[in-house]
Nanobody, 114 residues
Framework: QVQLVESGGGLVQAGGSLRLSCAVS????????MAWFRQAPGKEREFVAA????????YSGDSVLGRFTISRDNAKNTVYLQMNSLKPEDTAVYFC???????WGQGTQVTVSS
Protein backbone atom coordinates (compact mmCIF):
# COMPACT_ATOMS: atom_id res chain seq x y z
CA GLN A 1 0.00 0.00 0.00
CA VAL A 2 1.39 3.36 -1.04
CA GLN A 3 1.80 5.88 1.77
CA LEU A 4 2.68 9.57 1.46
CA VAL A 5 3.91 11.67 4.38
CA GLU A 6 4.35 15.41 4.03
CA SER A 7 6.56 17.53 6.28
CA GLY A 8 8.17 20.95 6.40
CA GLY A 9 5.18 23.18 6.91
CA GLY A 10 5.06 25.95 9.48
CA LEU A 11 4.63 29.64 10.14
CA VAL A 12 6.66 32.11 8.09
CA GLN A 13 6.55 35.82 7.40
CA ALA A 14 5.61 37.17 4.01
CA GLY A 15 8.61 37.13 1.70
CA GLY A 16 10.11 34.13 3.43
CA SER A 17 10.76 30.59 2.22
CA LEU A 18 9.87 27.04 3.17
CA ARG A 19 10.68 23.66 1.69
CA LEU A 20 8.10 20.93 1.89
CA SER A 21 8.97 17.25 1.60
CA CYS A 22 6.81 14.27 0.77
CA ALA A 23 8.21 10.83 1.53
CA VAL A 24 6.60 7.97 -0.39
CA SER A 25 6.70 4.33 0.66
CA UNK A 26 5.09 1.08 -0.36
CA UNK A 27 5.33 1.50 -4.10
CA UNK A 28 7.70 2.11 -6.98
CA UNK A 29 8.26 5.83 -6.50
CA UNK A 30 10.49 6.21 -9.54
CA UNK A 31 7.57 5.25 -11.78
CA UNK A 32 5.16 7.85 -10.39
CA UNK A 33 4.52 11.34 -11.60
CA MET A 34 3.96 13.42 -8.49
CA ALA A 35 2.05 16.59 -7.69
CA TRP A 36 1.44 19.12 -4.96
CA PHE A 37 -1.96 20.63 -4.25
CA ARG A 38 -3.15 23.01 -1.58
CA GLN A 39 -6.43 23.84 0.09
CA ALA A 40 -7.21 27.03 1.96
CA PRO A 41 -10.16 27.27 4.38
CA GLY A 42 -13.45 27.55 2.50
CA LYS A 43 -11.80 27.01 -0.87
CA GLU A 44 -11.48 24.12 -3.29
CA ARG A 45 -8.27 22.13 -3.56
CA GLU A 46 -5.91 23.89 -5.97
CA PHE A 47 -3.16 22.47 -8.19
CA VAL A 48 0.28 23.82 -7.27
CA ALA A 49 2.90 21.88 -9.20
CA ALA A 50 3.71 18.53 -10.77
CA UNK A 51 6.78 16.63 -11.88
CA UNK A 52 7.27 13.72 -14.26
CA UNK A 53 8.57 10.36 -13.08
CA UNK A 54 12.14 11.12 -14.09
CA UNK A 55 11.96 14.77 -13.13
CA UNK A 56 12.55 15.99 -16.67
CA UNK A 57 9.27 17.85 -16.91
CA UNK A 58 7.67 20.14 -14.36
CA TYR A 59 4.45 22.12 -14.33
CA SER A 60 3.31 24.94 -12.05
CA GLY A 61 0.02 26.64 -11.35
CA ASP A 62 -0.30 30.26 -12.42
CA SER A 63 -0.47 31.53 -8.84
CA VAL A 64 2.94 30.10 -7.91
CA LEU A 65 4.80 30.32 -11.22
CA GLY A 66 8.27 31.75 -10.68
CA ARG A 67 8.10 31.41 -6.89
CA PHE A 68 7.67 27.67 -6.21
CA THR A 69 9.84 24.86 -7.57
CA ILE A 70 9.04 21.16 -7.51
CA SER A 71 11.81 18.58 -7.53
CA ARG A 72 12.36 14.95 -6.64
CA ASP A 73 15.03 12.56 -5.46
CA ASN A 74 14.21 9.05 -6.65
CA ALA A 75 16.99 7.58 -4.51
CA LYS A 76 15.20 8.94 -1.43
CA ASN A 77 11.62 8.33 -2.64
CA THR A 78 10.90 11.96 -1.90
CA VAL A 79 9.36 14.89 -3.73
CA TYR A 80 10.00 18.47 -2.65
CA LEU A 81 8.34 21.83 -3.00
CA GLN A 82 10.63 24.82 -2.57
CA MET A 83 8.50 27.87 -1.84
CA ASN A 84 10.06 31.32 -2.09
CA SER A 85 8.63 34.85 -1.84
CA LEU A 86 5.71 33.53 0.16
CA LYS A 87 2.54 35.58 0.37
CA PRO A 88 -0.33 35.49 2.89
CA GLU A 89 -2.54 34.05 0.14
CA ASP A 90 -0.26 30.99 0.05
CA THR A 91 -1.62 30.01 3.46
CA ALA A 92 -3.18 26.56 3.10
CA VAL A 93 -2.79 22.88 3.85
CA TYR A 94 -0.42 21.42 1.26
CA PHE A 95 -0.89 17.87 0.03
CA CYS A 96 1.23 15.66 -2.14
CA UNK A 97 -0.36 13.27 -4.59
CA UNK A 98 0.61 10.45 -6.89
CA UNK A 99 -0.52 12.26 -9.98
CA UNK A 100 -3.75 11.06 -11.49
CA UNK A 101 -4.56 8.72 -8.61
CA UNK A 102 -6.53 9.01 -5.35
CA UNK A 103 -3.34 8.56 -3.34
CA TRP A 104 -2.83 11.53 -1.00
CA GLY A 105 -0.81 12.41 2.05
CA GLN A 106 -2.34 13.80 5.23
CA GLY A 107 -1.18 17.34 4.44
CA THR A 108 1.07 19.89 6.10
CA GLN A 109 -0.04 23.36 7.19
CA VAL A 110 1.68 26.43 5.77
CA THR A 111 0.80 29.77 7.32
CA VAL A 112 2.21 33.02 5.93
CA SER A 113 1.83 36.10 8.11
CA SER A 114 1.69 39.61 6.70
Amino acid sequence: QVQLVESGGGLVQAGGSLRLSCAVSGGTFSRYSMAWFRQAPGKEREFVAAISWRGGATYSGDSVLGRFTISRDNAKNTVYLQMNSLKPEDTAVYFCNVRGTPRWGQGTQVTVSS
